[in-house]
């Protein structure tokens, strides 16, 4: 079976940091955003993987070369970034199947993938939210079945909020309803919804049916996307705590729960809770919690909380010297 992965936003929400490097290989609890879809996928047995990329897409293909080596894919450019709805129709040529699994590249939710592939009809991934208006609604009756999908609408009849995970039946039904789409007009930003598309094929008399994720994680801004790095590292640790590493580094205390890659130099330093940093990254003399740091980074004499540094990123703090007599105040901050 396989899975239409798009990866192709720029991320803009998350800049500086994607300025270089695409937003689905921002890490989290020691993978990244895109590893963590992939594992999902595949631990349900999905085997075939297409990414459509575009914005610094390179980065995402030597991703995937280096770290899933042995992974079936096919890569698809979007060259004009148009919408979801355009993303996917590209892939028409790239996917023969009945049916496919589609996950939007800024995806991660808790879900039973293997019950969701062997539904006898097609499924999309709802999260009851207080404020529906930014996101694609699914209008349900109460068996969970989709009556109406409309993306971003001004007065929601549902707080039932559409998270990015589908799964396609009718796989050819789908690339015609996209066809019928693109051949309309876009929306006023030029973009063509897959929820348009959809919809065109309820209208047509195809079943679809809702399922509830039980968490959705938001990666796309920097404080959600830090919660969701303690979350999951939350998690990973609970579910596997066999897993959890014996860190040890000079004169070092370790909070768990933490990520620290292969290959950290880290010294004189309280790390954690809640941090991933990435291989080959050299810590000294710091207080680090509540923060991402990417790959091959250098940190110095620096306190920080609730941050993201990205790769390569050197970093260095005021270092002090300090004779203090009794009954001080000092505020450094």
């Not at 006898?120 to 939210?129: A, C, E, L, Y």
């Not at 065109?200 to 509830?212: L, S």
């Not at 070092?252 to 950290?264: K, L, Q, R, Y």
């Not at 004499?301 to 540094?309: A, K, M, W």
């Amino acid at each position: 079976m396989k899975a239409i992965i798009p990866v192709a936003g720029a991320g803009t929400k998350l800049r500086p940091l994607t300025y270089t490097q695409p937003k689905a290989l921002i890490p989290i609890a020691g993978k990244t955003i895109l590893g963590v879809i992939i594992d999902q996928l595949l631990d349900a047995g999905v085997d075939e993987f297409v990414f459509v990329i575009g914005y610094l897409g390179e980065k995402i293909q030597r991703y995937i070369e280096k770290a899933y080596p042995n992974l079936k894919h096919t890569f698809v450019n979007q060259n004009d970034r148009r919408g979801t709805g355009h993303a996917i129709w590209l892939t028409r040529d790239a996917v023969h199947e009945d049916e496919v699994m589609i996950v939007l590249g800024d995806t991660v939710c808790d879900y039973n993938v293997k019950d969701i592939i062997n539904s006898p009809v097609s499924q999309i991934g709802v999260r009851k939210v207080d404020d529906p208006r930014g996101f694609g609604v699914a209008e349900l009756n109460d068996k969970d079945i989709v009556l109406r999908m409309v993306e971003k609408p001004l007065i929601p009849k549902s707080n039932m909020a559409m998270v990015g995970i589908y799964y396609i039946k009718e796989t050819n039904a789908m690339f015609g309803a996209l066809e019928r789409h693109l051949n309309n007009t876009a929306d006023e930003n030029g973009e063509y919804h897959l929820t348009n598309a959809l919809q065109h094929m309820i209208e047509d008399g195809i079943k679809f049916h809702a399922f509830r994720v039980t968490n959705w994680f938001d990666c796309g801004k920097k404080e959600t996307l830090l919660s969701t790095n303690a979350i999951l590292l939350k998690q990973m640790e609970d579910e596997h705590p066999e897993r959890q590493q014996p860190l040890s580094f000079n004169n070092t205390v370790i909070i768990h729960p933490v990520s620290i890659a292969e290959g950290c130099t880290i010294r004189n330093c309280i790390i954690g809770p809640n941090v991933t940093i990435g291989e080959y990254t050299k810590v000294e003399s710091s207080i680090i919690k509540d923060t991402i740091i990417g790959s091959y980074a250098e940190l110095q004499h620096i306190v920080l909380n609730s941050s993201i540094i990205g790769n390569d990123a050197y970093v260095r703090g005021l270092s002090q010297s300090l004779n203090i007599g009794d009954n001080t105040e000092i505020d450094l901050g």
